[in-house]
């Protein structure tokens, strides 16, 4: 389909998303990350999210320190192979640090497993998963965020920095394609 007939309906609105976020920063700092965690973005679809989170972080109080590292799971099409690839390293000093993952989605758990193994390989002090959307009863290993925004529905969802076919990245909020098949 040309993104051009796509039909968006929202799921979570820039209200909605910014309510949460703010809650998610305090969340994150009552449980002990703080003073200065260092924040791992992974990208591409956790950069909106990240950006917001580290403004909320500083609202509540933190100094994050933040880098990103490129993921992506092994093998085309939307079914992930389960195996992850590192497109771009991150080059932070984890050693005795707390480190947050941030990412936009959590469904198989692949990625932030690897993602999380490898922080605690680099010897982080602490590890906590920080996610937008939980696809619950997707998981394929054994991962769970410390931090979730919002419970995802059992759709395709677009917006806030996910995309579909490289598309629609750049909307403010969250939704799924209405006409999509
Ligand atoms: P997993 O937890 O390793 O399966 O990877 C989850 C990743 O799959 C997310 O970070 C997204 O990049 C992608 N993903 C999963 N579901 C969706 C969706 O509904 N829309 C856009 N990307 C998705
Ligand atoms: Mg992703």
């Given at each position: 389909m040309n993104r051009h007939d796509a039909v968006i309906e929202t799921l979570f609105s820039e209200e909605t998303i910014a309510a949460r976020v703010a809650e998610l920063g305090r969340a994150v700092r009552d449980a002990g990350f703080g003073p200065d965690p260092i924040v791992i973005a992974i990208l591409k679809g956790g950069f909106v999210f990240a950006a917001d989170l580290i403004r909320s972080l500083h609202r509540a109080g933190l100094q994050p320190e933040v880098d990103f590292m490129s993921l992506s799971s092994y093998g085309?099409?939307?079914?992930?192979?389960?195996e992850i690839r590192v497109l771009r390293d991150s080059d932070a000093d984890v050693r005795g640090r707390k480190v947050l993952i941030v990412d936009d989605i959590l469904e198989s758990g692949r990625t932030l497993l690897f993602a999380r193994q490898m922080m605690q390989a680099r010897g982080a002090a602490e590890v906590g998963v920080v996610v937008c959307l939980d696809k619950k009863g997707?998981?394929?290993?054994d991962l769970e965020a410390e931090f979730v925004g919002f419970d995802c529905p059992d759709r395709f969802v677009v917006g806030y920095g996910m995309d579909m076919g490289h598309g629609?990245?750049?909307?403010?909020f969250i939704g799924y394609v209405a006409n999509a098949g």
């Open positions: 085309a099409g939307t079914t992930s192979a389960g997707h998981r394929r290993v629609f990245r750049e909307l403010p």
